[in-house]
């Protein structure tokens, strides 16, 4: 049976270190299907998807959160949505980047990202939107959104997030851990924290063991409790109804030259790649209405 993937949020004994970790190779495995992504923009994509996995934990309610990693290499623009119900979709603008292994023999995540920012915006509704960034420090992501959390959010942390991928450019496993220090820390919990740290094998090696989430959990934190556990998925709220709502978004004048030129229209959904057909009638009604 394919393990699920999971999130978790945990504290330390003392409260003054927060930890999440997740397994994500089923979300990355269907981000990979649905965009066809290469080796290089799988690593990118679900490296990102992991992050924002985890940080959609630290949401609340009906609150979701947007992050984009806007480089200037290859790959182009990541963007990936999460909410606290473990939901998360993603994709990568030009999924289709080869580059040769780096120096340590791996995926070359940071030559393909490039330099640039990262954002992350947060919708806690009611039209309350929550905005950070922070430039990209070597476009590997793990070490990007450890930068960010410190200058962006003051909240010194620890980020590590791999995808391993196969030949047949499917995912063996993905995954990855955020450990922050909370206020109240001291030196002894920063010491504890950066020889853990330190002394760990990459998250792909770990994970690749058949290490599950719970397990991470022990290397970056042992002994903390667990406060949630959610199921993470992927998910997209895209619709033909959806859809519609865009097409009438171009104005009366595009519809009418899609009318005259095609005679029917297709749209497509950059998070998921699912295809809506419209046909003749369906754009005349649109006008009509």
Not at 74 to 85: H, K, M, N, R, T
Not at 120 to 134: N, T
Not at 161 to 189: C, K, M, R, Y
Request: aromatic share 4%; net charge negative.
């Amino acid at each position: 049976m394919t393990p699920i993937d999971v999130a978790i949020r945990a504290i330390s004994e003392n409260g003054h270190v927060r930890a999440l970790t997740c397994t994500t190779t089923q979300l990355t495995n269907e981000l990979q299907r649905r965009h066809g992504t290469w080796p290089v923009a799988t690593a990118a994509l679900g490296r990102t998807a992991s992050v924002a996995a985890m940080m959609g934990l630290m949401l609340k309610g009906r609150e979701r959160l947007t992050v984009q990693v806007k480089g200037d290499g290859p790959l182009g623009s990541i963007l990936v949505d999460a909410d606290s119900e473990g939901h998360v979709r993603g994709y990568v603008q030009n999924p289709h980047v080869h580059l040769p292994a780096n120096a340590q023999g791996k995926l070359d995540v940071g030559g393909a990202v490039g330099s640039g920012m990262l954002y992350v915006m947060r919708d806690l509704g009611l039209k309350d939107v929550y905005r950070g960034s922070a430039e990209l420090q070597t476009g590997e992501i793990g070490d990007d959104f450890t930068y960010y959390f410190a200058i962006s959010e003051q909240t010194p942390s620890s980020v590590g997030a791999g995808v391993l991928v196969d030949t047949d450019n499917s995912v063996i496993v993905s995954g990855g851990f955020i450990v922050q220090l909370l206020p109240g820390h001291t030196e002894a919990d920063i010491e504890a924290l950066e020889q853990r740290v330190g002394q760990m094998k990459s998250v792909t090696e770990i994970l690749r063991t058949g290490a599950t989430a719970k397990d991470l959990l022990d290397m970056v934190l042992p002994g903390a409790a667990v406060l949630e556990e959610r199921n993470i998925q992927f998910h997209c709220g895209c619709s033909k109804d959806r859809m519609k709502v865009l097409l009438k978004s171009l104005g009366d004048a595009e519809i009418q030259s899609l009318l005259e030129e095609q005679g029917e229209a297709e749209v497509v959904c950059h998070f998921c790649n699912e295809r809506y057909h419209f046909d003749k009638a369906e754009l005349q009604s649109i006008l009509d209405n």
